[in-house]
T-cell receptor
Framework: GAVVSQHPSWVICKSGTSVKIECRSL??????MFWYRQFPKQSLMLMAT?????????EQGVEKDKFLINHASLTLSTLTVTSAHPEDSSFYIC??????????????FGEGSRLTVL | AQSVAQPEDQVNVAEGNPLTVKCTYS??????LFWYVQYPNRGLQFLLK??????LVKGSYGFEAEFNKSQTSFHLKKPSALVSDSALYFC????????????FGKGTHLIIQP
């Protein structure tokens, strides 16, 4: 299957700093990537849809100025948590769709990034 | 709006016994349905999907799922459980012609006891 690489796996930062998480599709091109957030013992919450070459589409309630998403190429999307605070601590997971928009293809997921804000 | 319900937070099964993890969905039109598995502190791994055709879908690691349109269900099954099947399982739906993203259920912890 297609491989999605996410980096870093773990990050600890001080409150007020910014953290960047990278999501790469290693062996396929992904015009669309998705960023999810997962709280302990809860399901995945879709944060935003990242489209290559255009602005991301954010879900209701997600602060676009706090969670900056950039999808500069067909294989890379980044999520930057700006001015992070302890409540931003979570498990962030990216996913990419293999195929063109509207295709029935399943999503392939990165390994996730555990963010801890002190 | 689309939604997925996984009614069981946890399912306990003895090793070697058959297992079922339940999932029901709600969409306005026709669905694409998926099952994913997640191990601790890991991303999600794709197990299987239903797009069209045969209602019984076979996937990875011996898992299968049956699409039942009248009951709007897509239960995950395996004839003989392994201890290594213990993980968190997510059912997901996407409406045909709808938004790109998947809507996930809350997940079901599957615990296989030796």
């Amino acid at each position: 299957g297609a491989v999605v690489s996410q980096h870093p796996s773990w990050v600890i930062c001080k409150s007020g700093t910014s953290v960047k998480i990278e999501c790469r599709s290693l062996d396929f091109q992904a015009t669309t990537m998705f960023w999810y957030r997962q709280f302990p013992k809860q399901s995945l919450m879709l944060m935003a849809t990242s489209n290559e070459g255009s602005k991301a589409t954010y879900e209701q309630g997600v602060e676009k100025d706090k969670f900056l998403i950039n999808h500069a190429s067909l294989t890379l999307s980044t999520l930057t948590v700006t001015s992070a605070h302890p409540e931003d601590s979570s498990f962030y997971i990216c996913s990419a769709r293999h195929g063109y928009r509207g295709h029935t293809g399943e999503l392939f997921f990165g390994e996730g990034s555990r963010l801890t804000v002190l | 709006a689309q939604s997925v319900a996984q009614p069981e937070d946890q399912v306990n099964v003895a090793e070697g016994n058959p297992l079922t993890v339940k999932c029901t969905y709600s969409v306005s039109g026709n669905p694409y349905l998926f099952w994913y598995v997640q191990y601790p502190n890991r991303g999600l791994q794709f197990l299987l999907k239903y797009i069209t055709g045969d209602n019984l879908v076979k996937g990875s690691y011996g898992f299968e799922a049956e699409f039942n349109k009248s009951q709007t269900s897509f239960h995950l099954k395996k004839p003989s459980a392994l201890v290594s099947d213990s993980a968190l399982y997510f059912c997901a739906v996407r409406e045909i012609g709808g938004a790109d993203g998947l809507t996930f259920g809350k997940g079901t912890h599957l615990i296989i006891q030796p």
